[in-house]
């Protein structure tokens, strides 16, 4: 099995910054993109960023210029670093990977979630 454990998120006021690391866990072979989504209240998911293994990314483009995504591939580690937060900002974010792991019999391909982190952004 493999799991996606998030931390950071918390209550900041606009223009202030927050940071949300992950890490991927468990019978890891490789992982091919990871990134990191949102859900506003009473809205669907959407992407926010993300990176692919050989370091390439995109972004939504309300983020672009505020927000950076990074990842250490030797520790299956994705960060997201959020400057500028703004009220719209809010929401519980997702980390999310797509991972190659190892089974019994080779390997298989997992769409991985985290369980989520809040952010909030007071105005």
């Known amino acids: 099995q493999v799991q996606l454990v998030e931390s950071g998120g918390g209550l900041v006021q606009a223009g202030g910054s927050l940071r949300l690391s992950c890490v991927a866990s468990?019978?890891?072979?490789?992982?091919?993109?990871m990134g990191w989504y949102r859900q506003a209240p009473g809205k669907q998911r959407e992407l926010v960023a993300r990176i692919m293994s050989g370091g390439s990314t995109n972004y939504a483009d309300s983020v672009k210029g505020r927000f950076t995504i990074s990842r250490d591939n030797a520790k299956n580690t994705v960060t997201l670093q959020l400057n500028a937060l703004q009220p719209e900002d809010t929401g519980v974010y997702y980390c999310?990977?797509?991972?190659?792991?190892?089974?019994?019999?080779?390997?298989?391909?997992?769409?991985?979630w985290g369980q989520g982190t809040q952010v909030t952004v007071s105005s």
């Open positions: 468990g019978s890891i072979f490789s992982i091919n993109a």
């Open positions: 999310n990977a797509d991972i190659i792991r190892v089974t019994g019999w080779g390997t298989a391909e997992v769409d991985c």
